[in-house]
C-alpha cells in the first residue's frame, strides 16, 4: 500500500503586499510559528514520512525544512519542480515513481492543484485544504488510482491556527 500525505504550505506573506517574483514569497512570522507548533503536533502523532518532497517555492520550501526538521528526517527531504505550477495525479505519480523506495511519501505544494490532484485520486468530490492543512490518501498500490481519503486535517486540528 502506498500512503500519500498532502500538506499545503503555512501562511504565505500577500501577494498584493508582496512586491518581489511570487517564488521567493515567503511565511509570515506568524506563519512560521503556526508551523512550528503543527509539526510538532505531527512528531506527537507519530507521523514518519521516508521522504519528504517539496515544491521550491520558497513558502513550500520552508514549510517542509520546518516539518522535517521536527519529525528528524531533514536528510529525507527533496525539492522537485513538479510541485510548483501545473501539479496534478499525473505529476505525483512520476513524482512516486522517482521514489519507488518512498511508501509514506509527504508532497508538500499549493492549492487548488492539491485540492485537484485529491480528488483525481480519490475518484472525484470537492476538498479544500487550507494553508497548513494535512490530509492523507491511502492507495492499495503504486499505480496511484482507487485511493480513499483517510483524514483531511485543518490547521486548528493541528494547533496552527
Same mark, same amino acid.
Given at each position: 500500500? /502506498?500512503?500519500?500525505?498532502?500538506?499545503?504550505?503555512?501562511? #504565505?506573506?500577500?501577494?498584493?503586499?508582496?512586491?518581489? $517574483? $511570487?517564488?521567493?514569497?515567503?511565511?509570515?512570522?506568524?506563519? !512560521?510559528?503556526?508551523?512550528?507548533?503543527?509539526? /510538532? #503536533?505531527?512528531?506527537?502523532?507519530?507521523?514518519?514520512?521516508? @521522504?519528504?518532497?517539496?515544491?521550491?517555492?520558497?513558502?513550500?520550501?520552508?514549510?517542509?525544512?520546518?516539518?522535517? !526538521?521536527?519529525?528528524?528526517?531533514?536528510?529525507?527531504?527533496?525539492?522537485?519542480?513538479?510541485?510548483?505550477?501545473?501539479? $496534478?495525479?499525473? #505529476?505525483?505519480?512520476?513524482?512516486?515513481?522517482?521514489?519507488?523506495?518512498? !511508501?509514506?511519501?509527504?508532497?508538500?505544494?499549493?492549492?487548488?492543484?492539491?485540492?485537484?490532484?485529491?480528488?483525481?485520486?480519490?475518484?472525484?468530490?470537492?476538498?479544500?485544504? /487550507? /494553508?497548513?492543512?494535512?490530509?492523507?490518501? $491511502?492507495?492499495?498500490?503504486?499505480?496511484?488510482?482507487?485511493?480513499? @481519503?483517510?483524514?483531511?486535517?485543518?490547521?486548528?486540528?493541528?494547533?496552527?491556527?
Amino acid at each position: 500500500m /502506498k500512503r500519500v500525505y498532502f500538506l499545503r504550505h503555512g501562511k #504565505a506573506v500577500s501577494r498584493a503586499a508582496w512586491g518581489d $517574483d $511570487d517564488a521567493l514569497r515567503p511565511l509570515t512570522p506568524d506563519g !512560521e510559528v503556526e508551523m512550528r507548533r503543527e509539526a /510538532k #503536533a505531527l512528531k506527537g502523532l507519530g507521523l514518519a514520512p521516508d @521522504l519528504i518532497v517539496t515544491s521550491p517555492l520558497e513558502r513550500a520550501r520552508r514549510t517542509a525544512a520546518i516539518v522535517a !526538521e521536527a519529525l528528524g528526517l531533514s536528510d529525507r527531504l527533496v525539492e522537485d519542480e513538479r510541485l510548483a505550477h501545473g501539479f $496534478d495525479a499525473r #505529476a505525483l505519480g512520476r513524482i512516486a515513481a522517482a521514489h519507488p523506495e518512498a !511508501e509514506h511519501l509527504m508532497v508538500v505544494g499549493h492549492e487548488p492543484e492539491f485540492s485537484a490532484a485529491l480528488a483525481a485520486l480519490v475518484g472525484g468530490g470537492a476538498y479544500v485544504i /487550507k /494553508k497548513g492543512g494535512l490530509a492523507r490518501v $491511502d492507495l492499495p498500490d503504486q499505480s496511484l488510482k482507487r485511493g480513499v @481519503l483517510v483524514w483531511l486535517l485543518t490547521p486548528a486540528l493541528l494547533g496552527g491556527e
